[in-house]
């Protein structure tokens, strides 16, 4: 009975978490396309935030802020209790809070002065990729623990292993287009949320 309902709330909190992810794509991708000021190889994801549109862009680092939280505690109930660890909820979490700072303290515009609030957000930025990724990392790797969800585990911990990579790669070589990189790394992380999400909505595999 007990694992039933978990199930049943790891799916509900899995739909949670792939509304998340979708309304963050559409809306950032969006923001692409609606603002040709911007070169989008150049100029990262926060600067769609200031000016026309942004409430929008805003409003996307929110609605992901609920599906990063969904999935976290999804997850939790999905997994065998042998299986779960409290650390990849526990990062999922910081991560949405981190998020949502990101999106209330807005970033320093290029050539003016350094704010308190320029500051605030980069350090909640770095905050919020550092612990999503460790998360992914974290919570494909549980995967292997949990007999039903272990067929899972290798591409989980494929993607989140390459997101990872991806990540330090953007903050230690300088010399890649800001937005570019960044960008990607973002797709790779809305990839590995919504792979995993999906999987929350469809329930366990059968077993073998």
């Given at each position: 009975?007990?694992r039933?309902?978990?199930?049943?709330?790891?799916?509900?909190?899995?739909?949670?978490a792939l509304?998340?992810?979708a309304?963050?794509?559409?809306?950032c991708g969006?923001?692409?396309?609606?603002?040709?000021?911007?070169?989008?190889r150049?100029v990262?994801?926060?600067?769609y935030?200031?000016?026309?549109y942004?409430?929008m862009?805003?409003?996307?680092y929110?609605?992901?802020?609920?599906?990063l939280a969904?999935?976290?505690?999804?997850w939790?109930?999905?997994?065998d209790r042998?299986?779960?660890?409290a650390a990849?909820l526990l990062?999922?979490l910081?991560?949405?809070?981190a998020?949502?700072?990101?999106?209330?303290?807005?970033?320093d515009?290029?050539?003016?002065?350094?704010?308190?609030?320029?500051?605030?957000?980069g350090?909640?930025?770095?905050?919020?990729f550092?612990c999503?990724?460790?998360?992914m990392?974290?919570q494909?790797?549980?995967?292997?623990?949990?007999s039903?969800w272990?067929?899972?585990?290798r591409?989980?911990?494929?993607?989140?292993?390459?997101a990872?990579?991806?990540?330090?790669?953007?903050?230690?070589?300088?010399?890649l287009?800001?937005?570019?990189s960044?960008?990607?790394v973002?797709?790779?992380i809305?990839?590995?949320?919504?792979?995993?999400?999906w999987w929350?909505t469809?329930?366990?595999?059968?077993?073998?």
């Open positions: 009975m007990a039933t309902l978990d199930d049943r709330t790891a799916r509900t909190l899995g739909t949670l509304l998340g992810v309304v963050f794509a559409i809306t969006a923001a692409q396309f609606l603002r040709p000021d911007h070169d989008w150049h990262p994801l926060s600067f935030v200031l000016g026309p942004g409430s862009v805003e409003t996307g929110f609605v992901l802020a609920v599906g969904a999935l976290g505690i999804g939790y109930r999905a997994l042998d299986a779960r660890s990849p990062l999922f910081a991560a949405a809070i998020l949502c700072i990101t999106a209330v303290a807005f970033t515009v290029p050539d003016g002065p350094h704010t308190l609030h320029g500051l605030v957000h350090l909640a930025a770095m905050t919020t550092l999503i990724s460790v998360a990392l974290l494909s790797w549980r995967l292997r623990l949990d039903r272990h067929p899972c585990f591409s989980a911990f494929a993607l989140a292993s390459i990872f990579v991806a990540l330090w790669i953007d903050a230690l070589v300088k010399t287009p800001r937005g570019l960044e960008k990607t973002i797709v790779l809305l990839s590995w949320l919504w792979r995993t999400a929350l469809r329930g366990a595999p059968p077993a073998n």
